[in-house]
């Protein structure tokens, strides 16, 4: 009894330690992180107009990072200091027209106070004045000789930021402020060289303002229709006059503070999509409004949450500790900013590749396949949610546009379907699918919150998703796949009035399945006598109908994959009690194990390659050059020993892989290496983590710390207060491509944890043996 006594009262100590924001561990205590000890990890400054992206051509990316919460569809950023037109609010908001970024207001909510005794008005470049960024909050500080003005914003729901003003009186004498805020929208969007119309307009309401969208059906920029509705409603009761673009809310009564007192105003405004969104927010404000320090502490919980979750303290003590934890942090703030709830055809929540860029606000399969496994930890229902969005639209045997492929998951899914699926979109793609990592996210997620009805749920699901590559991506019916296509009206051209397969849109399909949509690999013209090039062939079922293509070329990162998801599946059969599909999974595995490192290893090179199949000739394309693809094999745990090292040379030899950002996407002794073209030579985190875990798994972890600490130092920004890149230049380290990019968040965030932390890598651990 003592002894229980003795343990309550440790256990309400540590309790008590928590809650007061310190962890007891053994003897020691420990400072638990806070929100506030991350502030400006993300430069989300801006100085919003109608051109949003970047001036340069190849890129489509929003020249500023942006904050948003929750899912919503919108998002803000920090004043500039030298711009007077983003002081005093937050500029923005940045909003998404289904599709597609655009700034809608330079900023939609200014404050403007006046001394209503002595008219002076404040300006605020003349305060002094502090913009903070913390994880899950906007802070800005003004402070004058008289008065402070403090203004936070946070995400009430995925439809709503709750901006609130704090005005301090900073003397002793009584103080009276006349208060009003003004705004505009932009109503236009910079289109390369010409300016689209967006069609809004501004109407008053009570107690703030509206912003009304037409229909615009603009199907690369823009896509509105006359439900969307932005509205800003004020805590106070103002008067709202409208000027063309611009307005005016003023208050109706005068401000009083006391000698040395304070008061709080506040500001919902809200993006919705449809009336019944509106219904929904518009009954809300006052909730908001009446009961906003219950959500702004229910905001920083949360938030608090996530960073301790980031930074556990089952991390190892490592070098450099808190620079590595800031750019946990900064994964976590990119992948929550990128977090988007349903709208349109999106069920569930997910996490979209970038809400910065123009093309990337949709769900991709592996995207969001990787995306789930990061935040598994911080957050496993948006992670399992993540998921589901995707098989949402797992293909079904009834299904009436393509049930010839019964179990695939489409490539890339958005708010508008196409054409094909009675919709208006141009980016929902059913042309291919992605690499089979399913499996592997449902089974992170499992690993952190033992949610065996998810796991229930998702098993079916997932051994349809398997089969299909099987049924449509094996040509020859030998157990090893291809990369491949659907049949779709794209891949059709005509020739002499007849439909035929249209080669050169296949096989660029077939890369996109890859995942690494220009890869050398996957190149139509061979390299040398023997390589006949990338060619495609029909894939049939049993009665002999077409039910997709598949080029003639067997991939070892796909197959490789699909070992792995025969592990991943055999560990989730085990917990749901289905032995005989353990045994099942089991038996394919050994069998392809031996083909993978019988085929597509090369005992001259030490390195794994694609193999090109023409009819009974087979090619090892170990002429085409080395690429990412294979270290894959380690990552999957089915190479042998003897096979691993050779791979491990490979990838540690600083001519090759081993280069100043390491693990390019195409060995950097290659021929065709170019350091800035796409998936020919820069860094895409997602594979250099698979080969740092593959190096982990033959326990080469000297070697991963080695390549991790290169991938975490010599990121242009990543220390500082820049955004996390698609991919990198492999020679300097120069960010390329989409800014505030989601998987590079992911894999950062995981390799903090796998590499500095627990050791544990995401790999399947059904099968480990490497003889």
Same mark, same amino acid.
Not at 286 to 311: G, H, L, P, T
Not at 732 to 757: D, I, P
């Given at each position: ?433 992605? @690499?089979? &990592?399913? #499996?592997?996210?449902? !089974? ?7 949610? %065996?009805?998810? /796991? $229930? *749920?998702?098993? @079916?699901? &997932?051994? #349809?998703?398997?089969? !299909? ?7 020859? %019916?030998?157990? /090893? $796949? *291809? ?289």
């Amino acid at each position: 009894m003592k002894k229980m006594i003795k343990r309550l009262g440790v256990v309400s100590v540590s309790l008590i330690l928590f809650l007061c924001g310190f962890v007891s561990t053994h003897d020691t205590v420990v400072h638990a992180d806070t929100i506030n000890d991350y502030p400006n990890v993300l430069d989300v400054g801006g100085n919003p107009t109608k051109a949003i992206y970047l001036a340069n051509k190849d890129v489509s990316t929003n020249k500023y990072s942006h904050f948003s919460d929750l899912g919503a569809w919108h998002g803000y950023y920090q004043p500039i200091k030298r711009v007077a037109s983003t002081l005093g609010g937050f500029p923005g908001p940045m909003i998404i027209a289904e599709e597609y970024p655009v700034n809608l207001s330079h900023q939609l909510s200014q404050l403007n106070l006046v001394n209503h005794k002595t008219g002076k008005k404040y300006n605020f470049q003349n305060a002094e004045a502090t913009f903070t960024s913390y994880p899950g909050r906007l802070n800005q500080i003004y402070t004058f000789k008289d008065l402070e003005v403090t203004l936070n914003l946070i995400f009430t729901s995925n439809r709503t930021a709750l901006i609130q003003t704090t005005l301090k009186n900073r003397t002793k004498q009584p103080l009276e402020l006349k208060c009003a805020w003004t705004g505009d929208i932009i109503n236009k969007l910079r289109a390369g060289k010409k300016d689209i119309s967006l069609k809004q307009h501004l109407a008053a309401i009570n107690d703030g303002v509206q912003v009304a969208f037409q229909k615009v059906r603009n199907d690369n920029y823009y896509m509105t229709t006359n439900q969307n509705k932005v509205t800003v409603t004020y805590s106070q009761p103002v008067t709202t006059t409208i000027a063309g673009n611009k307005y005016k809310s003023s208050m109706k009564d005068l401000i009083s503070l006391a000698a040395n007192g304070t008061t709080d105003l506040y500001t919902a405004e809200s993006y919705v999509f449809n009336a019944a969104e509106q219904a929904r927010e518009t009954a809300s404000y006052q909730d908001y409004f009446a009961n906003a320090k219950k959500y702004f502490e229910k905001n920083e919980a949360r938030w608090n949450n996530y960073v301790n979750k980031a930074v556990s303290s089952d991390q190892k003590q490592v070098k450099n500790k808190e620079k590595r934890d800031r750019v946990a942090i900064k994964s976590v703030e990119t992948l929550i900013n990128n977090w988007m709830s349903p709208a349109g055809a999106l069920k569930h929540d997910g996490i979209v590749p970038s809400m910065s860029d123009q093309w990337f606000v949709g769900l991709w399969a592996w995207d969001s396949w990787k995306e789930a496994s990061a935040v598994a930890e911080i957050d496993p229902t948006l992670a399992e949610n993540t998921i589901r969005a995707l098989f949402d639209y797992q293909i079904q045997v009834d299904d009436k546009v393509r049930s010839q492929d019964k179990g695939m998951i489409p490539d890339a899914i958005f708010y508008n379907k196409n054409k094909e699926r009675g919709g208006d979109g141009i980016n929902w793609n059913e042309r291919n699918s992605k @690499p089979p &990592l399913a #499996a592997w996210a449902v !089974w992170q997620v499992y690993r952190q919150n033992h949610d %065996k009805q998810f /796991l $229930a *749920e998702m098993y @079916p699901k &997932l051994v #349809a998703y398997h089969n !299909w590559w099987y049924t449509n991506r094996d040509f020859n %019916k030998n157990g /090893l $796949a *291809e990369y491949g296509e659907t049949v779709d009206p794209l891949h059709f051209k005509k020739v002499k009035g007849k439909k035929v397969p249209d080669a050169k849109a296949i096989i660029l399909a077939s890369a996109w399945e890859s995942g690494m949509d220009n890869a050398v690999r996957f190149d139509a013209k061979g390299v040398g006598k023997a390589d006949k090039g990338v060619q495609i062939r029909e894939d049939k079922n049993s009665d002999g109908k077409v039910v997709g293509f598949s080029i003639n070329q067997e991939s070892v990162d796909l197959n490789a994959y699909l070992y792995a998801e025969k592990g991943y599946l055999a560990l989730m059969a085990d917990v749901l009690s289905k032995q005989d599909d353990v045994a099942k999974y089991t038996d394919e595995a050994a069998k392809l194990k031996k083909a993978i490192n019988q085929d597509f290893y090369d005992q001259k090179t030490g390195f794994y390659y694609d193999r090109q199949v023409n009819g009974e000739q087979m090619l090892l394309l170990n002429n085409r050059g080395k690429g990412t693809e294979g270290w894959t094999p380690l990552w999957a745990n089915l190479a042998t020993a003897k096979q691993a090292k050779g791979v491990e040379k490979i990838m540690m030899n600083k001519k090759m892989f081993n280069t100043y950002m390491p693990l390019p996407t195409t060995s950097r002794d290659s021929k065709k290496f170019t350091a800035t073209k796409y998936w020919r030579g820069p860094v895409w985190l997602d594979q250099a983590m698979f080969g740092v875990e593959g190096l982990q798994n033959y326990g080469y972890d000297k070697d991963a710390l080695v390549l991790t600490d290169k991938l975490f130092d010599h990121a242009q920004g990543l220390n500082g207060s820049g955004p996390i890149r698609e991919n990198y230049n492999p020679l300097n380290g120069h960010g390329l491509n989409s800014m505030n990019f989601s998987w590079s968040s992911s894999v950062y965030y995981m390799l903090h944890h796998n590499v500095y932390g627990t050791g544990e890598t995401s790999s399947q651990t059904a099968f480990t043996e490497h003889s």
